[in-house]
């Protein structure tokens, strides 16, 4: 899990349940810092590791749905079942917390998340100019979200491109904006004009909140979601609000008094902040590594051999037949309570947010 962020903005602060690690919760509150009002796209993101292109037979693909308008359903083989809910949001505020967006009869409109899919699979052709195996590779929410990420003058047809007929190219109406622009983009099967699942289902996900004319100076939106693999009937922070944040508050009351007890004599705030995020992005990206230098050297069965010249480093002049510093790493999920940290068996497929902060002209 992890987030990237721009510097006007304010990343996210995330919780779990004391006694259910695999109830995580996750609440953006984001911040537009610079001068003028933009609009702001809150993108967060789930998707599997592409562990099904590597090996023959290839092991089961695991899949992700929309079954409902804001929830995400994870299936794994292994790893069972779990759920992303994502939340509707209040409409952004101004820097004193004043609404800036009323809707009809003065009540306020409320941001419903757009949920998106693809397939978690390599752009071939973007990268090598070869035909992929999907219309929808990992890449597509670029061009759904970005005009200057999509193709102009050509689409992808029968594994060959061609210049348009009617000059739209891959800048296609699929629900995103369709700004005219004049960047490289996914080419786009003849047979659709999707850049991402319309059936919602594949192995990569994102919720897209877009928020309009966030104030400046101050500004800001918020997105709750939560992953568990609870139904609304067992779990009330899935309906309330205030039990939800109440949850976070929690969580965050016990971190910090955590991290307090780990100073000694006077420091200084921003002494205090230094170590926390140090220590806490230790506790959060902990990993193993496991070497891997034969499928490195021989390749993967079910991709194309690699070149001789792998076998050979340093200008061919070292030849290397035992294991050399080729990795493959895992995080290991952590849970950190008051005193003690403990390691769970976490359901684990990747979960990033991106946030975009865009003039408010460009919308």
Not at 165 to 194: I, L, M
Not at 229 to 249: H, K, M, S, W
Request: net charge neutral.
């Amino acid at each position: 899990m992890g987030h990237r962020f721009h510097p006007r903005l304010f990343p996210f602060q995330y919780a779990k349940d004391e006694d259910s690690p695999d109830n995580v919760y996750i609440r953006i509150t984001a911040y537009n810092r610079g001068p003028d009002p933009a609009s702001l796209h809150i993108i967060p993101q789930l998707w599997f590791p592409n562990s099904w292109s590597w090996n023959i037979p290839p092991p089961p693909r695991p899949s992700l749905s929309a079954t409902t308008n804001n929830r995400i359903t994870a299936v794994h083989d292994t790893l069972g079942k779990t759920h992303l809910y994502c939340f509707p949001s209040p409409p952004p505020v101004g820097p004193e917390g004043q609404p800036i967006n009323d809707g009809a009869n003065g009540e306020e409109d409320t941001v419903e998340p757009n949920l998106l899919f693809t397939e978690n699979d390599t752009n071939f052709t973007r990268l090598w100019g070869v035909p992929n195996k999907s219309p929808y590779v990992k890449d597509a929410f670029h061009d759904h979200i970005i005009p200057e990420h999509r193709l102009q003058s050509h689409q992808f047809v029968n594994g060959t491109t061609k210049a348009s007929a009617d000059g739209r190219g891959g800048n296609v109406s699929n629900g995103s904006d369709s700004e005219s622009s004049s960047g490289r983009a996914t080419p786009v099967p003849h047979y659709t004009a999707q850049f991402v699942n319309p059936d919602k289902t594949g192995t990569k996900s994102a919720a897209q909140y877009t928020f309009r004319d966030v104030p400046g100076r101050g500004g800001c939106a918020v997105v709750r979601l939560k992953l568990t693999p609870n139904a609304p009937q067992r779990d009330p922070t899935l309906e309330d609000e205030g039990l939800f944040d109440d949850a976070i508050e929690e969580r965050r009351v016990e971190a910090d008094e955590f991290y307090y007890s780990l100073t000694q004599g006077y420091v200084s705030d921003d002494l205090r902040a230094i170590m926390r995020q140090a220590l806490g992005g230790m506790l959060w990206t902990k990993q193993h590594y496991k070497f891997i230098a034969n499928e490195w050297l021989e390749g993967d069965p079910a991709q194309p051999r690699p070149p001789p010249s792998r076998k050979f480093l340093r200008g061919n002049k070292v030849r290397f037949s035992k294991p050399c510093a080729t990795i493959h790493s895992q995080q290991m999920f952590l849970t950190c309570r008051i005193g003690c940290t403990s390691m769970h068996r976490t359901y684990c497929p990747c979960l990033t947010s991106t946030l975009l902060l865009l003039p408010k002209q460009r919308f």
